[in-house]
Antibody
Framework: EVQLVQSGAAVKKAGESLKISCKGS???????IGWVRQIPGKGLEWMGI????????RYSPSFQGRVTISVDKSIGTAYLQWDSLKASDTAMYYC?????????????WGQGTLVTVSS | SYVLTQPPSVSVAPGQTARITCGGN??????VHWYQQKTGQAPVLVLYDDSDRPSGIPERISGSNSGNTATLTISRVEAGDEADYYCQIWDPSSDWVFGGGTKLTVL
């Protein structure tokens, strides 16, 4: 069974750093893993995507330089990291598995990690 | 960059048919995918490549895509269909794009 299990909710202060995780199981590492942000009451925004096989990473222009996506393929886990959080980073963050071939879409999603940043 | 436009809300009575549109420039030339997100839950894929259903998605949910509009259709709407629905495309120039989402209300 394909599963993506994300780390638990985080409460931080502005300026702090944070790294959240997404552990995949039930499939091999040849799938890109993406991250999607959802601000409370708003829609889905694609942030970036990583290929665990060689750590090739693509970022949305809206998030380039604001976050870092990484992976530890030995444990099948992808990460989303901030060096200095802002209150505007308060949101739910989802990881999702991309299909292996085109057309590209996200066929499995994690349960989400709620990040709350206070100013 | 490519933009996908959805109506903010659609309302329908139980048993009727709901149609949720997703507009984009020549979207008919792209594969469109749809996600359902119920309150407090992660999104779930309900249609891919315009009209294909993943395993477990009922036949009441169907899709079409032509010209500048893709459409998600839910027949015989039930209370359990109440959710937000998002369309999505990928192409090499725009990368990943989501529509703004449509809230389906079952009256």
């Amino acid at each position: 069974e394909v599963q993506l299990v994300q780390s638990g909710a985080a409460v931080k202060k502005a300026g702090e750093s944070l790294k959240i995780s997404c552990k995949g199981s039930g499939f091999n590492i040849n799938y890109w893993i993406g991250w999607v942000r959802q601000i409370p009451g708003k829609g889905l925004e694609w942030m970036g995507i990583i290929y665990p096989g060689d750590s090739d990473t693509r970022y949305s222009p809206s998030f380039q330089g604001r976050v870092t996506i990484s992976v530890d393929k030995s444990i099948g886990t992808a990460y989303l990291q901030w060096d200095s959080l802002k209150a505007s980073d308060t949101a739910m963050y989802y990881c999702a598995r991309r299909t292996m071939t085109t057309p590209y879409y996200f066929d499995y999603w994690g349960q989400g990690t709620l990040v709350t940043v206070s100013s | 960059s490519y933009v996908l436009t959805q109506p903010p809300s659609v309302s329908v009575a139980p048993g009727q048919t709901a149609r949720i549109t997703c507009g984009g420039n020549n979207i008919g030339s792209k594969g469109v995918h749809w996600y359902q997100q119920k309150t407090g839950q992660a999104p779930v894929l309900v249609l891919y490549d315009d009209s294909d259903r993943p395993s477990g998605i009922p036949e009441r949910i169907s899709g079409s895509n032509s010209g500048n509009t893709a459409t998600l259709t839910i027949s015989r709407v039930e209370a359990g269909d109440e959710a937000d629905y998002y369309c999505q495309i990928w192409d090499p120039s725009s990368d990943w794009v989501f529509g703004g989402g449509t809230k389906l209300t079952v009256l």
